[in-house]
């Protein structure tokens, strides 16, 4: 990483600031500062305002925000200095004004070792921000420049969105801090055509959005887990009446109906399929899904990407989303008719079933973890709720679901993907709602293993819960991972079998255990359990290798399907 590079991703976040509507900065003296203070001084849409005292700065830009209602960026070195914004910054979030934090701070090798003007300034204004972003530092590649200019976008927008108000963003920057030479010309291309922002935003007022006609043409969908059941349902509706395909998660609550493409995890390893669908529009709802495949189609589309989202959530690791909405679909794209593609619509269809038949003949009738999961989806009651743990079981309900008029309410902690906690969450979700119906854990070892207390509510909160538990001894979904290959550590250290027998735990904590061993055992150990009032632990004992393999053999079936529907 150069000076160049440095400057490089400051110019594009400047020039993004500017394509927002940025038009006021401050500036205060200093050496750690001089890349930001060098690149807004030679952005020529924003004037540049310079102060001695960061104390006046803050509450210069804070006076011209008030005034415009425009976001007003100020910059300051490294120490103190950023110390003397808080009370602008303060006073910027209770006077609900935009402003914009952007402080120059030692890179991490230079914190904590004694170098010169270096304090923690990570947080430094605590919750009188909306927001703090950490920005690091790294090479001007490509994906770092969009980054930048979404990291731009976000600052920007989440200042002057809901209560105005302050937000901080951090910059570490290694020296050399000044240019040996001009910046390469020409400008970098990551900017989106014309002048627009690279993300634009919408709170979801009436009409549609700025500069939007309806979308039209070779649209889909992507629905990932919502907490708005009334919403998935109409979503659904919305899909199959304009002839868009639906790709949702079971998190969303959206995978019902005559549009939902269930499997487009495995449609979309077939490099063919992917590449001969890429839509013209990408509708956004609700959290990203896990899938892997389905991410990595997104991020490589070029394609207009639109994510509606009420609390305006920003899921978008691979900077490609181009237009937020902070509204559920339906305020702007509900009752519209779109003119869609009728063959393309009916492409994704024909090939979702076929991969359908592909796995259903892979499958078949031997107790397995896709199996488990495809079959409770089939199982359950419409008022039932499947509560999924982290790891394995959430991938293969995305997977491997079906997609069914009326089927269970899905439910899984993947805010932060952690396996721990899954137990008593499951347990909290039937305490909150065991009047509407029963609550069913899927979970591996490992997860229930970590939350193995949480087994107690079961005794002393008196909830029946039926736990079906995959237990493979140890994290299955390592053996998906290139770490699978480092031999000497890998099973102890990364996989961490621990050969626990869980009819002991079963009977510590006062559950019943039973063992199934073939599908029809474990539709009547479900049913059973669902109808009896006791938690009950239902074994499913599998084998990792042959998980890994099996997942193998339905991906190779699912291709070979989708090659005869092309041909
Ligand atoms: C709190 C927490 N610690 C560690 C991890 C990393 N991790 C992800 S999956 C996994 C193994 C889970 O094993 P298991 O529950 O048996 O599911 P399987 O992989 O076998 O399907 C671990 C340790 C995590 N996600 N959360
Ligand atoms: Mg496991």
New binding site residues.
Partial sequence: MTATDTYLLLRAFCDELARCGMEDACTAPGSRCTPIVLSLVREERIRCWSHIDERCAGFFALGAGKRSGRPVAVTCTSGTAAANLAQAVIEARHARVPLIVLTADRPPELREVGAGQTIDQLKIYGDAVKWFFEVGVGDATPAALRFVRTLACRAYWTAVEGPPGPVHLNFPLREPLVLDRPLPLPDDDTGRAGARPYVTFDSGGPGAPAGGAPPSGRIVIVAGSDRDAASARELARFAARTRIPLLADPLSGARRGEAAVAHYDLLLRDPEFAAAHQPQVVIRTGDLPTSKPLRAWLAGLETAQIAFDPDGAWHDPDAVVGMRIRAPYRALLGDQELRTDGDWFASWCAADEAVAGAIERTLGDELSEPLVARSLGKWLAPNATLFVASSMPVRDVEEFFAAREEGPRVMSNRGANGIDGTVSSAFGALAAAADEGPVVLLI???ALAHDIGGLLAASRLRLALTIVL???D???IFHFLPVAGEADAFEEHVATPHGLDFSRAASLYGCAFVRAETVDALRSAVETSLAGNATTIIEVRTDREENLALHRRVADAALAALRTVAG
């Fill in positions: 591996g070892d490992v995959l237990n493979n140890g994290g299955g």
